[in-house]
């Protein structure tokens, strides 16, 4: 392997020796074409270079492993970015953030629409955003129970030393009891390029006893990946951290594992996600907007770049309901750079977009068939980039803001995880081809042996506190076996739209089995529970 082929950008802070010496090591190392790289462990502080503090480009059968070292990231932006590589093996690394991405300290004083807050020591008082708040007991150091994460922050007023003002647009009645005077709030850091280790393009990529301690959006993102192996892998907050004056509260802004669009789904096996401001797993595609059909071609809105390919097969779904309208396989695709905007953004009005800006562009796809003319707008996707073939297992994930595992592919399984102390659903198995535009209805996935403890806290259903496992999008082949699901109020699972489903050796913490009465169903074909 020639230098060429490796990119690695290191600029470090200062000029000791150990910097001067990994980095001369590194070019030495890979320069010979080395496939087995072994890095003297130690503390490495790097600055980052195009916004990105260490980067590999089109590197293949080779594994590096840093031996237990740590990377101190010196801005908040990407760590690792890893780019069209094959085979390769990263092992045993910790990467933390000085300064964090995050900030936090306690609650001073309550308004109608503000809180003050003193920030702890050790903690950011600069580029402090707006972006969501999260509220901790100083006590237990765990978010508050019945509390939410505070997405209406307008503005933040400094008042002098390290006590900052929070102005809010809203403040609702439930609030009141979990902003309590002491307790501590967390905030976001102003940040660069988002996520700590990102990986595109990549086939067979293996990321092994990695630690994350901060991150300012995702842990791990993946886009447009094969089968990449999470092992043993951890988002978590650091302990011993002596720069700060008190514990931090938060590991990552966001997700701890992130995939998008994998051709062969993940395998996170083993791995530790915690405390962060976000889900703990979420696989899934892209569903794009098909505002019509004439013969053979489909007008497209695009989400962001569009994922489809020729060759791939694409399903048509009713935005609203999921329902399946047809499948077809592209065959080419010609960019549409003068498609007014307008008709653009009366598409748009089609659906409830959570993202709406993300939709700027449009194409035109010709498949390999005449295509139903269709009433409304549609929502389309590569049914082969949803992350098919996943795998989740052995896991502990939980104690974070919302679910713990959210996924949209066909033919994975869940299995032997802990999930403990989510705020949303443990699991939540749902397309989502209205809002986050999120693909795909999926079909044989088998959820066994998890155990589920203390998760959807303070969500209401009309009928009672919601189930903490959600199934909204199987079209069939759904197993849940030998689960221990701990739940409050009438249902353990919510399911709907699953034209076939099996239950069986499903119990609660006591051991006494979950009854079919215990599932909540919505237009469901044949369940059966054993």
Known sequence: MSFKTLIILLLFCGTSFAEIGLRAFLQQELSAGKKQIVVPKGVYRLSPEHRVHLAFSGVEDTTIDFQGSEIICSEPTRAIDIENCRNLTLINLGIDYDPLPFTQGPITAVGKKFIDVEIHPGYPVENITTTKGEVFDAKTQRLIPGGRTLYDLSRIEPLGGRTFRVHRKTQTKSDDETLGIGNIFVLCVKGGVPHCIQSSGCENLRLEKITVYASNSFAFLETACSNTHYYQCRLTRKTSDPKVGFPRMRSGNADAFHSVGAEKGPTIEECLAEYMGDDCVNIHGHYHIAAQTKGRTATVIMKRELDIQPGDPVEFVEPATGRLLFVANAASIEPLKDYPKEKIEAVKQSFHLLRPDSFRRACSITFDRELPKLNSPASIGATNRTGSGFRVIN????????????????????????????????????????????????????????????????????????????????????????????FVGEYAIFLKGCADATFAKNSCPNGSKIKQRQLLLENCGEIRVK
């Open 395 to 486: 896991n502990d994930f939980g104690r974070n803001r919302s679910r713990g595992i959210i996924t949209k592919a066909s033919d994975g399984e869940i299995s032997g995880n802990r999930i403990e102390g989510c705020f949303s659903e443990a699991l939540l198995l749902e397309a989502a081809s209205y809002t986050w535009m999120e693909s795909s209805y999926f079909t044989n996935v088998k959820i066994k042996n998890n155990t589920i403890g203390n998760c959807r806290i303070g969500h209401i259903r009309k009928k009672g506190v919601l189930p903490p496992v959600s199934v909204t999008a199987c079209r069939g082949g759904l197993l849940m076996q030998g689960n221990q699901i701990d």
